[in-house]
């Protein structure tokens, strides 16, 4: 499952966005670049996302002197098969189920056998055909066996019954709901959704909707039947056995996984489906997308084929299960979903071909895919150890990036990886492998994922590429089938490398934190030296760290030398023989280390940074450092980096470049909006030709308002239009008013709120919920500003609008959410600095109106949000 509830970076910039007194930009700002002196604060985006934790709150409940240790759950019985009957009640959103569970004590003999089924109606209860005496509390069934039996003797339990999942209702900032079966448009009152049913099992949710022993060290095969209307299709794991016409209008599929795995892994889905097929090493391979999408689906799922060929070889192990498949759904709880041979998506990867350029699937894809090496074939023992599922899916997307797109794509991918997890870390730490978390649900946050991934890149920088891969070879074949705890990881680098590596799992998973480093150097002329000197600052509590890493020395020639080096202590002073004073010495070129390095340059030593052959991240904090200097030098740097191979340099050397002082060179500006590969570069380039105000580039800008160019390019041309040629840009805004593209609806939106045409409030109410993403933002900013021209009872109508939207379902994005409450929020605070604005009974009821938002709000991440902008 990715991080992708709502991450730092997208919750933070959302905040950073709402700062601004009027509409932004509607083309995003170039990313956030890593930088040595970047602080705990920096933010990324979104994709794969969660929150901070509610440890600290929980904390208090307990006493201080308690010590909190998660054991991994005790194996009594050997769950060996499973085999559901499942009938579903549309109308009362519940399961009519049959269960057969095939178990064999795990040692020692047993007469007792402990189920988990949430709030079952058990209707018949037998083992081997017999009636036995069971007691159930609703949540866990505690089974009296015929006999006392021994290992290896087998034995079935047959479980009729009735479940209701809907009950359930508490969730986490990365799984919204604990129900674990879904029915959505039940009663089919939304004209707009189809109806489906799909499952959502981790951490321990599927016991809402069949038997079983739901914890992660736990492992069977399964068969399931699935019994529904004929119009629709079905998913579950493993491959169809059979499909059966029952001649009533209804339809009885039978799924079979003749390889054992964990029971939060299984899956069903039902729906209205298009199914794509496709296959991979004569292995099936499908694509279930909503009817509309199925021309989309081979782009929506890019490269997998290419993927699993790339995995298998990289792991050493073949792709070891029976089939892919992949499905997406619609209000779905989390981001995405590892279910063995059938991934969950939400419906937010759901993309015509268009909207697929330059922002495609593949981080997502990857993630789940290699989860069905790391989480499904070899699954960790218990959530304390949840990094050994998602710290490797997490750092899967970086090999595929790497692999697909090159170096700096994947390097951009972890700058961001780094920025979410200091974000987490800059309000709390946990150790990486946690035996004394106060929920399950807070270990799927930014130390499990990111940190998790930059864990192991450390961990391959440091035993080299062979070794690394290997090693994981080692641990795969080692534990196939079967759960893990970290020292089986480490053991495994262990048997291969020869290296004693405790110093490594120690510090990185076992401790917390991070190593935060002062750094400097000198040269001594006399000594013919140079003398590094490096403190670590973190926190006494925290670990002193062991970094083995290196220096770049620099000299005025254009020589380079890389040298290793280790920092093991508070306060490292290493000397380095130079027979010339270096212009530059860097401590960590690549920054592969997961740290924050505090350091200070020259300008002229900012402009050394900038070099093809230097890192994304020094290259990204030259341009960073070089943004504020008009010194002809500091701009010359700047015209380079606009020519960088990777885009995202072009686009931060756009933004800093003084192009009002350099007119001359607007037509490299031009260049860059016709030719540009990537459409992010493209789209500035074209909005920073409107806001020159040269009008000989307008028949530039026309050109990308079109039904081809990738989206933001057209939502780029048209704000641009806007900055030439207002009437024209009008004109050329009725061809776009049909649009539900969010980026093209953003941009109609800005354009009409500067407008203050109320007339244009009917085009805003038709994209009240579904406008999403960031560009949600700029929309609730916009319809803010042509309220101030309506009415007292006029708002407050568009308030119960924005209500509606702030409280949906699970289908509107919650920077949507976010959006529409922050716009009730100002408001508010208008109102009681203007009386006028409002009566005395509207203030009250809209004040009313967002403490209940707040208080139906779960995300503690969204709460703190609201919270803040309540208080600003």
């Known amino acids: 499952m990715p991080l992708i509830k709502f991450s730092q970076f997208a919750l933070l910039a959302a905040i950073v966005f709402f700062g601004c007194s009027s509409p932004k930009m509607l083309v995003p700002e170039p990313l956030p670049m890593a930088s040595a002196d970047m602080d705990s604060t920096e933010i990324r985006d979104l994709d794969t996302l969660v929150v901070k934790s509610n440890q600290e709150d929980e904390a208090d409940s307990l006493p201080s002197e308690q010590a909190v240790y998660h054991a991994t759950a005790t194996r009594s019985f050997d769950l060996l098969h499973t085999k559901l009957d499942l009938h579903f009640d549309w109308s009362t959103e519940s399961v009519l189920g049959s269960a057969e569970l095939t178990l064999t004590p795990f040692f020692y003999p047993d007469s007792i056998l402990y189920l988990n089924a949430i709030d079952f109606d058990i209707k018949k209860l037998e083992v081997d055909h017999h009636a036995v005496q069971y007691q159930y509390d609703g949540d866990s069934l505690e089974i009296h066996l015929d006999k006392r039996y021994r290992h290896g003797e087998k034995f079935t339990v047959t479980i009729d019954y009735h479940a209701t999942p809907t009950r359930g209702s508490d969730g986490s900032a990365a799984i919204t709901s604990d129900q674990g079966l879904f029915f959505i448009n039940a009663d089919l009152t939304d004209p707009d959704k189809p109806q489906q049913i799909w499952s959502q099992g981790e951490t321990e949710f599927n016991s809402r909707w069949f038997p079983t022993i739901d914890k992660p060290n736990e492992r069977s095969t399964e068969e399931i039947f699935l019994t529904v209307e004929d119009r629709f299709k079905t998913l579950s794991n493993g491959l169809l056995e059979s499909s059966k016409d029952n001649g009533d209008g209804t339809r009885t599929d039978h799924w079979v996984m003749d390889m054992p795995h964990a029971p939060y892994l299984f899956m069903i889905a039902i729906g209205d489906f298009a199914k794509i097929d496709d296959t991979w090493n004569g292995k099936p391979l499908a694509y279930y997308v909503e009817p509309e999408f199925a021309e989309d689906a081979k782009d929506i799922f890019a490269h997998t084929p290419e993927m699993l060929s790339f995995f298998s070889e990289k792991t050493g192990v073949n792709y070891p299960w029976p089939k892919f498949s992949q499905i997406i759904v619609r209000d779905y709880v989390s981001g995405a979903m590892e279910n063995t041979t059938a991934v969950i998506f939400g419906e937010f990867i759901q993309k015509h071909k268009r909207e697929l350029i330059d922002n495609n699937n593949d981080a997502i894809v990857a993630h789940e895919m290699f989860h069905h090496w790391f989480g499904d074939y070899v699954t960790c023992e218990s959530w304390s150890n949840l990094t050994l599922n998602e710290g490797f899916a997490n750092y899967a997307e970086y090999l595929w990036l790497e692999h697909k797109y090159g170096r700096d794509e994947a390097e951009n991918h972890r700058i961001e990886e780094i920025q979410g997890y200091l974000y987490q870390a800059s309000q709390e730490v946990h150790p990486l492998i946690d035996f004394a978390y106060r929920d399950k649900e807070n270990m799927f946050d930014a130390h499990s994922y990111n940190k998790g991934g930059l864990v192991l890149h450390m961990l391959r920088n440091l035993v080299g590429d062979d070794a690394f891969f290997a090693s994981l070879n080692r641990y795969l074949t ?380 779960t995300n503690p991440q969204i709460i703190s949000i609201y919270q803040s902008f309540m208080s600003s």
Not at 497 to 518: A, C, K, R, S, V
Not at 689 to 708: H, R
Not at 827 to 847: D, I, P, W
């Open 478 to 857: 080692t534990h196939a089938f079967n759960s893990v705890e970290v020292h089986d990881l480490r053991l495994a680098f262990e048997d291969v490398t020869g290296m004693d590596l405790n110093w490594f799992f120690n510090q990185w998973y076992l401790d917390e934190g991070h190593p935060i480093l002062d750094y400097n150097y000198s040269y001594s002329a006399t000594d013919q030296e140079i003398e590094i000197h490096v403190d670590q600052k973190q926190d006494a509590e925290m670990p002193l760290f062991v970094i083995p890493t290196e220096v770049e020395v620099l000299f005025a020639n254009g020589q380079r030398k890389r040298i290793p080096i280790k920092i093991d202590s508070r306060e490292e002073k290493i000397r380095i023989p130079a027979t010339q004073e270096p212009a530059l010495v860097i401590l960590d070129p690549d920054r592969s280390t997961l740290a924050i390095i505090n350091e200070e340059y020259t300008t002229a030593q900012y402009r050394l940074m900038y070099a093809p052959e230097n890192s994304l991240s020094i290259r990204t904090l030259a341009v960073s450092k070089l943004a504020a200097d008009d010194e002809e030098a500091s701009q010359a740097i700047l015209a380079k980096a606009i020519h960088d191979p990777f885009w995202a340099v072009r686009r931060a050397a756009l933004s800093s470049y003084d192009w009002q002082k350099h007119s001359d060179n607007t037509g490299m500006l031009a260049e860059l909006a016709e030719k540009d590969p990537n459409s992010m570069v493209k789209a500035d380039a074209i909005y920073l030709l409107g806001t020159l105000g040269d009008k000989s580039y307008e028949d530039a800008v026309v050109k990308g308002i079109n039904n081809e160019d990738p989206y933001p390019v057209v939502a780029a041309s048209i704000l641009a239009l806007k900055e030439l040629d207002p009437d024209l840009a009008l004109e050329k805004l009725k061809m776009l008013e049909s649009e539900e593209q969010s980026d093209i609806v953003a941009s109609v939106s800005m354009i009409y709120g500067e407008s203050g045409d109320t007339s244009k409030l009917g085009y805003f109410e038709k994209h009240l919920s579904s406008v999403e993403g960031l560009p949600s933002l700029d929309f609730y900013q916009s319809l803010e500003g042509l309220l101030r021209n309506t009415s007292a009872n006029t708002k407050m109508m568009w308030m119960d609008k924005f209500e509606k939207v702030a409280t949906g379902d699970a289908g509107i994005s919650p920077y949507t959410k976010i959006a529409a409450t922050r716009s009730m929020i100002s408001l508010l605070k208008s109102a009681e600095q203007k009386k006028s604005l409002l009566s005395e009974s509207q203030l009250t009821e809209l004040r009313l109106k967002i403490e209940g938002i707040i208080d139906q709000e």
